[in-house]
């Protein structure tokens, strides 16, 4: 059974920067052709942030192109989520995926004075 567990978030002033990972057991990252970050709010949809293919093509959301940056680290069996230059509109749940049929549990990330 594939699980996902998201760690890393945490309160961080405008202008600063995290780094969530996404650690996956019963599986890995390799077998999966799409690792994603998403990220909530509430009331809203969850959105997909990131995206990252076969072979390390990725794809981000306009609201954080040369901003955020998703990587896979396989030796660890980890994806990760770099957040530079944060932004109040960044503050979300965040959710690892993988396959878009697995999830985890998220983790909060607040960007606040």
């Known amino acids: 059974q594939v699980q996902l567990a998201e760690s890393g978030g945490g309160l961080e002033q405008p202008g600063g920067s995290l780094t969530l990972s996404c650690a996956m057991s019963?599986?890995?990252?390799?077998?999966?052709?799409?690792s994603e970050w998403y990220r909530q709010t509430p009331g809203k949809q969850r959105e997909v942030v990131a995206s990252?293919?076969?072979?390390?093509?990725?794809i981000y959301a306009d609201s954080v192109k040369g901003r955020f940056s998703i990587s896979r680290e396989d030796a660890k069996n980890m994806i990760y989520l770099q957040m530079n230059s944060l932004k109040p509109e960044d503050t979300a749940v965040y959710y690892c995926?993988?396959?878009?049929?697995?999830w985890g549990q998220g983790t909060l990330v607040t960007v606040a004075t």
């Open positions: 995926s993988v396959g878009r049929g697995y």
């Open positions: 990252m293919f076969p072979v390390n093509k990725t």
């Open positions: 019963g599986g890995t990252f390799r077998r999966y052709a799409i």
